[in-house]
């Protein structure tokens, strides 16, 4: 894993010094750090996080622009905060918290959680992955099962028109591949 920058001081600088493409560049590295903040930190869903993190940046650029930051080198921080009060609001606003933002510290997910949300994320961009190295026909198989978890081998041997035994063999064959691909990529 790369390492992850925190100090975006530079960020206020080139926005003070009208260095737009600078700002644009370190811009496009921010945002999508402040969208995983929301989500893995709040819970946020992909919509949700996008919507308030442009939001909170919006008002923090505003109050760069009015020259209110006295440390830039906390612009991180202030982001951050930004982004956490602006989901706040949104979600107070869709009615998720009838109380004031303070009484709902304990909507945040602790931090064991937020690590089991990203290593969850990351095993579905690995399953996806390795459903795209299976063939046409046995992915579809399979995604049959994804799509309905709850199927019966009966409901799947007559969809497939194959047998009850060759429902399960297929599946167990199929779940295997799968298997060791997520290991396989997993170790990468």
Known sequence: MSSSRVDYSELVVALQENRKGKA????????????????????????DAEECVQQAVLNV??????????????IFMYMIRACRHEYYRYAKDKNKFNHPI????????D???QYENLLEEERQEILKECLKELRAKSRRFIEYFIDKPQATTKQASDHFNIS??????????ILSRLHHCVKRKSNQ
């Open 24 to 47: 644009n560049d370190l811009l496009e590295e921010l945002l999508p750090r402040l969208i995983d903040y929301l989500k893995v930190t709040m819970g946020a869903d992909e919509q």
């Open 111 to 113: 931090p064991a959680e």
């Open 164 to 173: 009850g035994a060759n429902v399960r063999t297929k599946k167990s064959r």
């Open 61 to 74: 650029l505003e109050q760069i622009n009015k020259d209110n930051i006295r440390k830039e080198k906390y």
């Open 102 to 109: 303070e009484d709902h510290e304990q909507h945040m997910i």
